[in-house]
C-alpha cells in the first residue's frame, strides 16, 4: 500500500476551521475530513461555498471523494458531510463514541427524533480500526477528552488530530463541554505525542496565538511537545488544574447550539414542521435561582 497522502487544506475564517481534501496518489480515491456547511445565524441561512470550494479542487485535482470523515461532533461549525455525501455518493465516518455525545444532548434538546445508535453515520471507527482511502492505510485513533468521541486519523506519517490540540503557541481543547474531561484530553495529548518526532499533526482549528500575524494549522510532533499547556514537565494534575481553571473563563462558541443539534445527526438538519420550515432550538433556563422565566 502507499504510505504518503496528497494533503490540501482549506481554512474557514468565518469558524476558524481548517477543513483537509487527502487523497491516494496512485488511485486518486480521497476523503474529505471536517468538511463545513456555511450557516449564518443571524439571518438563520445556509450556504454551500466552502464545500462547493473543496469539491471544486477534488475535481481539478481529478480525484474521487470516497469518504467525509469527522473527527468529533463540532461544537463551532455545522458540518458538510451530508452535502458532500449527496454529491458524491461517500460514506460518513465517526467515532463509534458518537452514540455518547448523542444520549448525552437528546434530552437537551427534546430531540425524539434522535436515534443515539449513531445509526445517522454510515460507519463508526473504533480505536485502532484500519481502514483504505484508495491504497492508503488509515489508522483509527480515539482521543477522548474535548469530547466522549474524539478520534484521529493516522495516515502515513500524517495524523488529523481534531480538536485534541492546537498550534504548539496556542495550546490544547477546551474540556468543560458535557461529557468531556481534562483528564482524559492529558491522556489522549500524550498518546500523540509518543509518536515519532517527524510525525506531522493536522489542527482542525487556528486563532492566531498572540504575537503571530498568520493562520496556521501543520506542526511535527516534536515541535507539538513545546505547546504552551504542556511545556517544563507538566503531570496530568497540574494540566488539569490549568484546564479547569481556563475552561471556566471561556464564552460558549457562537454556533455551540445549531452545531450540536445538527451534527449528531451527522450533519442532517431536524425534520421540517408542518409549515415546511425547518427548525433549530434554543434551550433556555434561568441564570440563576430564584429567577422565573416569564410566561
Not at 448525552?104 to 434522535?114: G, Q, V
Not at 497540574?238 to 449528531?264: C, G, H, K, Y
Request: hydrophobic share 35%; charged share 25%.
Amino acid at each position: 500500500m502507499t504510505g504518503q497522502p496528497i494533503i490540501e487544506a482549506r481554512f474557514d475564517e468565518a469558524t476558524n476551521t481548517i477543513s483537509y481534501l487527502v487523497a491516494d496518489p496512485e488511485t486518486r480515491k480521497a476523503a474529505i475530513i471536517d468538511p463545513v456547511l456555511d450557516f449564518d445565524q443571524k439571518s438563520g441561512t445556509v450556504d454551500t461555498e466552502s464545500v462547493e470550494a473543496l469539491l471544486k479542487l477534488a475535481r481539478e485535482r481529478d480525484l474521487e471523494v470516497v469518504w467525509t470523515l469527522e473527527t468529533h461532533a463540532h461544537a463551532d461549525h455545522l458540518s458538510g458531510s451530508p452535502y458532500i455525501k449527496g454529491r458524491t455518493g461517500a460514506k460518513i465516518g465517526i467515532g463509534e463514541h458518537i452514540t455518547d455525545v448523542q444520549t448525552i444532548f437528546r434530552p437537551l434538546f427534546n430531540a425524539t427524533d434522535l436515534k443515539t445508535d449513531g445509526s445517522d453515520f454510515d460507519y463508526l471507527f473504533t480505536d485502532g480500526e484500519h481502514f483504505q482511502i484508495g491504497k492508503l492505510d488509515v489508522e483509527v485513533m480515539y482521543v477522548p477528552g474535548h469530547t466522549p468521541a474524539d478520534i484521529a486519523y493516522k495516515i502515513g506519517d500524517n495524523i488529523f488530530v481534531g480538536d485534541t490540540m492546537f498550534m504548539p503557541d496556542y495550546g490544547t481543547a477546551r474540556a468543560d463541554f458535557p461529557g468531556g474531561d481534562a483528564h482524559k484530553l492529558y491522556k489522549s495529548i500524550q498518546r500523540l505525542l509518543a509518536l515519532p518526532d517527524e510525525t506531522q499533526l493536522y489542527m482542525c482549528h487556528d486563532y492566531k496565538a498572540p504575537g503571530r500575524d498568520t493562520y496556521a494549522w501543520q506542526t511535527s510532533v516534536a515541535e507539538a511537545r513545546n505547546n504552551v499547556h504542556l511545556v517544563n514537565g507538566v503531570t496530568e494534575d497540574e494540566f488539569v488544574e490549568m484546564r479547569e481553571s481556563r475552561d471556566a473563563t471561556l464564552s460558549a462558541p457562537t454556533l455551540l447550539l445549531p452545531s450540536i443539534q445538527v451534527n449528531i445527526r451527522a450533519g442532517r438538519f431536524p425534520e421540517a414542521q408542518s409549515n415546511g420550515v425547518t427548525y433549530l432550538l434554543v434551550p433556555v433556563k434561568p441564570k440563576s435561582e430564584g429567577v422565573a422565566l416569564p410566561r
